[in-house]
């Protein structure tokens, strides 16, 4: 089974269209062995079109094939650089849409990763990128949210956004309000709707990252283990037994969690330092 690995990056400029640009996400996985039996073999002098039509050199490309239980999966990475303007939303529409229609017409599982950079975005931007990600446009594909390096501001509500989050180890995500005076209910309802769509990140969590307000506990009880506000300790102790609580978010700081603590806590599913691991990680 062949899996590419493809890089698009969309950068974008408040004020102008985006310059679009591919090229080949380098990642060498070693001698692998076709379905068929047949010898190891990697791509050369490949090749990738971006949408003005240059064609790239991309001869250190790596096509593989590998076995997967689930079947044939092949992943596209389009790295996204805030802010997430209207550009960049039509953009990554465009080629969402483009992998998984390809991917269809060739009977393969697409894995579309983001790999969200550092950089400040507003939140109707953000909940723009973020509602669509989200939405059942996407439903036939997996998303991945990959952080290599620290996000905070409303970037953090992409990464709500995709099925999966991936973080570098030391990498941090949260203090979603950061440079906000004061979190209103609208944006709280937003980080809510968008969290209780995807599931990826537990609800509780989610509003802490967003409001310093905010007290997050790690709850233990008889029968599970639970995420709540500090507020909703004394309601859930009503209804069940609370064997230990710990605070994850303390009240008055920022939410922020590192690559290592976001999977101690379980909402990130693996740690990857760069691509090669990202790749080996989900299997690509």
């Given at each position: 089974?062949?899996?590419?690995?493809?890089?698009?990056?969309?950068?974008?400029?408040?004020?102008?269209?985006?310059?679009?640009?591919?090229?080949?996400?380098?990642?060498?996985?070693?001698?692998?062995?076709?379905?068929?039996?047949?010898?190891?073999?990697?791509?050369?002098?490949?090749?990738?079109?971006?949408?003005?039509?240059?064609?790239?050199?991309?001869?250190?490309?790596?096509?593989?094939?590998?076995?997967?239980?689930?079947?044939?999966?092949?992943?596209?990475?389009?790295?996204?650089?805030?802010?997430?303007?209207?550009?960049?939303?039509?953009?990554?529409?465009?080629?969402?849409?483009?992998?998984?229609?390809?991917?269809?017409?060739?009977?393969?599982?697409?894995?579309?990763?983001?790999?969200?950079?550092?950089?400040?975005?507003?939140?109707?931007?953000?909940?723009?990128?973020?509602?669509?990600?989200?939405?059942?446009?996407?439903?036939?594909?997996?998303?991945?949210?990959?952080?290599?390096?620290?996000?905070?501001?409303?970037?953090?509500?992409?990464?709500?956004?995709?099925?999966?989050?991936?973080?570098?180890?030391?990498?941090?995500?949260?203090?979603?309000?950061?440079?906000?005076?004061?979190?209103?209910?609208?944006q709280r309802g937003v980080y809510l709707e968008?969290?209780?769509?995807?599931?990826?990140?537990?609800?509780?969590?989610?509003?802490?990252?967003?409001?310093?307000?905010?007290?997050?506990?790690?709850?233990?009880?008889?029968?599970?283990?639970?995420?709540?506000?500090?507020?909703?300790?004394?309601?859930?102790?009503?209804?069940?037994?609370?064997?230990?609580?710990d605070v994850v978010i303390r009240a008055h700081?920022?939410?922020?969690?590192?690559?290592?603590?976001?999977?101690?806590?379980?909402?990130?599913?693996?740690?990857?330092?760069?691509?090669?691991?990202?790749?080996?990680?989900?299997?690509?």
């Open positions: 089974m062949y899996v590419l690995i493809r890089c698009a990056a969309d950068r974008a400029a408040p004020t102008s269209r985006p310059t679009v640009r591919f090229s080949a996400l380098a990642i060498l996985l070693g001698t692998l062995i076709s379905a068929g039996g047949g010898a190891a073999h990697s791509a050369q002098g490949l090749g990738l079109v971006d949408d003005v039509g240059r064609q790239k050199s991309v001869a250190d490309e790596a096509t593989t094939e590998v076995a997967d239980a689930a079947g044939r999966r092949e992943g596209h990475l389009i790295t996204l650089e805030p802010p997430f303007g209207e550009a960049v939303s039509r953009y990554v529409r465009r080629a969402a849409s483009q992998f998984i229609d390809d991917a269809k017409a060739r009977s393969v599982w697409p894995v579309l990763i983001f790999e969200i950079r550092p950089g400040a975005t507003t939140l109707g931007q953000a909940y723009d990128l973020a509602s669509y990600l989200a939405s059942p446009a996407l439903s036939g594909a997996t998303t991945v949210a990959y952080i290599p390096e620290t996000i905070n501001g409303h970037s953090v509500l992409v990464a709500l956004a995709c099925d999966e989050i991936v973080m570098a180890p030391d990498a941090e995500i949260g203090d979603a309000s950061a440079g906000t005076e004061s979190v209103g209910a609208d968008i969290a209780a769509k995807r599931r990826n990140v537990p609800e509780a969590i989610a509003l802490g990252m967003l409001d310093p307000a905010l007290e997050v506990l790690q709850v233990e009880t008889e029968v599970s283990r639970e995420f709540v506000l500090g507020s909703e300790l004394d309601a859930l102790r009503k209804r069940s037994t609370v064997v230990k609580s700081q920022p939410g922020v969690f590192t690559g290592r603590e976001g999977r101690e806590l379980g909402f990130v599913k693996l740690l990857a330092g760069d691509r090669r691991m990202l790749a080996n990680g989900l299997g690509l």
